[in-house]
């Protein structure tokens, strides 16, 4: 047995590449799957929080880590300013979240201020949220609350991709641990890793994630002029060589972290535009 998000317990898992039909796709959840605690039920409050805009882009975006493409500057840069497990001064570190979109791929990108860079996971699908970790997770049917898709990623590139499904059954979530998507990532860093003997600058991930990736489980709202998602983007920051405390912050207020990152119902909306 090993731990969930929120420490709680989780089954072992089977790798292997998951069909694409989703009536087969359920029925191997119940060999690959993660417990954890369910949520309150709430319907998304969309009224509560301002959109988040994502501008298509014509131009061919390179993903290496760095803002060289010009459209990165149109588009809207927002921070992530809701915080949690403050302790220490240090904690609570800046992060501006951007998204671009075209007809292929959603394009992300995080720029991290980071004084400690830490990281130890080298594992697809194990712990890189206990480590400097950026995350994003996707609602493709906003109204829909029961599922999302989520990517989290730390600063080996390590990866953990799931489908995350909300009191699927007696009020417990269940992860689908083995949808292992493709997608393109890219790290760059300015200090020194697990060296806390010095002061670091921060940290930039940029990712390309085929839309395709979305159709997993069936069809998807399409990505077009005006189309909503729902969405939150995450980051875990870990200042500690030691342990596996972290500070978390979020594109959206979320109602309490104790339960842990994945409240559906706290996402907000995404608008798709040109």
Same mark, same amino acid.
């Given at each position: 047995?090993?731990?969930?998000?929120?420490?709680?317990?989780?089954?072992?898992?089977?790798? $292997?590449?998951?069909?694409?039909?989703?009536?087969?796709?359920?029925?191997?959840?119940?060999?690959?799957?993660?417990?954890?605690?369910?949520?309150?039920?709430?319907?998304?409050?969309?009224?509560?929080?301002? =959109?988040?805009?994502?501008?298509?882009?014509?131009?061919?975006?390179?993903?290496?880590?760095? !803002?060289?493409?010009?459209?990165?500057?149109?588009?809207?840069?927002?921070? !992530?300013?809701?915080?949690?497990?403050?302790?220490?001064?240090?904690?609570?570190?800046? #992060?501006?979240?951007? +998204?671009?979109?075209?007809?292929?791929?959603?394009?992300?990108?995080?720029? +991290?201020?980071?004084?400690?860079? #830490?990281?130890?996971?080298?594992?697809?699908?194990?712990?890189? $949220?206990?480590?400097?970790?950026?995350?994003?997770?996707?609602? #493709?049917?906003?109204?829909? !609350?029961?599922?999302?898709?989520?990517?989290?990623?730390?600063?080996?590139?390590?990866?953990?991709?799931?489908? $995350?499904?909300?009191?699927?059954?007696?009020?417990?979530d269940v992860v689908y641990k083995t949808f292992n998507p493709e997608f393109k990532v890219e790290i760059t860093y300015? @200090? #020194?890793?697990?060296?806390?003997?010095? =002061?670091?600058? @921060?940290?930039?991930?940029?990712?390309?994630?085929?839309?395709?990736?979305? @159709?997993?489980?069936?069809?998807?709202?399409? =990505?077009?002029?005006?189309?909503?998602?729902?969405?939150?983007?995450?980051?875990?920051?870990?200042?500690?060589?030691? @342990?596996?405390?972290?500070?978390?912050?979020?594109?959206?207020?979320? $109602?309490?972290?104790?339960?842990?990152?994945?409240?559906?119902?706290?996402?907000?909306?995404?608008?798709?535009?040109?």
């Amino acid at each position: 047995m090993g731990k969930s998000h929120d420490g709680k317990s989780k089954l072992s898992l089977t790798m $292997y590449h998951p069909h694409k039909c989703a009536l087969v796709s359920l029925v191997f959840i119940f060999t690959g799957v993660a417990v954890a605690v369910g949520q309150n039920v709430q319907k998304l409050s969309l009224g509560e929080q301002s =959109i988040f805009e994502a501008s298509k882009t014509n131009q061919k975006i390179v993903v290496d880590g760095k !803002l060289n493409e010009e459209v990165w500057q149109r588009t809207e840069a927002r921070t !992530l300013d809701y915080f949690y497990r403050i302790e220490q001064q240090d904690d609570e570190q800046k #992060t501006t979240f951007r +998204m671009l979109w075209d007809e292929q791929n959603i394009y992300l990108f995080y720029q +991290m201020e980071d004084k400690f860079l #830490t990281v130890r996971e080298t594992r697809r699908d194990g712990e890189p $949220y206990l480590d400097d970790c950026a995350e994003i997770f996707f609602i #493709t049917a906003p109204d829909s !609350l029961d599922t999302h898709f989520g990517y989290e990623l730390n600063l080996n590139k390590a990866s953990n991709d799931f489908i $995350y499904f909300n009191r699927y059954y007696k009020g417990k979530d269940v992860v689908y641990k083995t949808f292992n998507p493709e997608f393109k990532v890219e790290i760059t860093y300015d @200090g #020194t890793i697990n060296d806390n003997s010095d =002061i670091d600058k @921060g940290w930039t991930m940029e990712m390309a994630i085929p839309i395709s990736n979305f @159709g997993e489980l069936g069809e998807i709202e399409p =990505i077009q002029k005006g189309t909503h998602w729902a969405i939150l983007a995450v980051r875990q920051d870990r200042n500690d060589l030691n @342990g596996n405390r972290r500070s978390t912050s979020t594109l959206f207020p979320i $109602y309490d972290i104790s339960k842990n990152v994945h409240q559906a119902n706290r996402f907000g909306l995404v608008e798709f535009i040109e």
